[in-house]
């Protein structure tokens, strides 16, 4: 039962471009959303989240999307860089910032070329 | 200033022997979080603790699992007797504020 789904095992982007990485959930208790990012042999980052009561948080060239009606959320990462090459996870919470239960999506391998 | 220090780095052993994972959270972080890597399963979260104590262990697949933090500053999750099907890659993390979490590189384990 995969309550975080991201549909799209790789993404493959030319330097400049826009990336967009998305992610589906079906648990509507999902109140808080995040994005990490994952280099080989090193631990997941955190990268941006969002709260169910937005629909859209900026922090520089990353944006995430959240739409709550089609229980969806992107990652747009604009201009993308080979520097952004890693494996992508979203992540979703019920209760809000508080709890720490995260659950996380299988992940998206993004692969910027030069 | 040192993030989650995770030991050992690698792990090879042979089934039925005891495995024992290391932690040591970030200094000030109040929750401790022990989740495990797989192709099939992906990131899955095992256990949660908060002030020490444990939270939520619904993740640990069997009694076989177990994990402790005696104090702030250290957990252990120890797996005994070890199966080939544990081999995978075990995460530890640490937050102050429960969902920003900050992990640590890893312990990749493998069981033969």
């Known amino acids: 039962d995969q309550q975080v789904k991201q549909n799209s095992p790789s993404l493959s982007v030319q330097e400049g471009r826009i990336s967009i990485l998305n992610c589906d959930y079906t648990n509507s208790m999902f109140d808080y959303f995040l994005w990490y990012k994952k280099y080989p042999a090193e631990g997941p980052t955190f990268l941006i989240s969002i709260s169910s009561i937005k629909d859209k948080n900026e922090d520089g060239r990353f944006t995430v999307f959240l739409n709550k009606s089609a229980k969806h959320l992107s990652l747009h990462i604009v201009p993308s860089q080979p520097g952004d090459s890693a494996v992508y996870f979203c992540a979703a919470v019920a209760g809000g910032t508080s709890y720490g239960k995260l659950t996380f999506g299988q992940g998206t391998i993004l692969t910027v070329h030069p | 200033d040192a993030g989650v220090i995770q030991s050992p780095r690698h792990e090879v052993t042979e089934m039925g022997q005891e495995v024992t994972l290391r932690c040591k959270p970030i200094s000030g972080h109040n929750s401790l979080f022990w989740y495990r890597q797989t192709m099939m399963r992906g990131l899955e979260l095992l256990i949660y603790?908060?002030?020490?104590?444990?939270?939520?262990d619904s993740g640990m697949p069997e009694d076989r699992f177990s994990a402790k933090m005696p104090n702030a500053s250290f957990s252990t999750l120890k797996i005994q007797p070890s199966e080939p099907r544990d081999s995978a890659v075990y995460f530890c993390a640490s937050s102050l504020r429960g969902t920003e979490q900050f992990f640590g590189p890893g312990t990749r384990l493998t069981v033969l």
């Open positions: 603790f908060n002030n020490n104590v444990p939270i939520d």
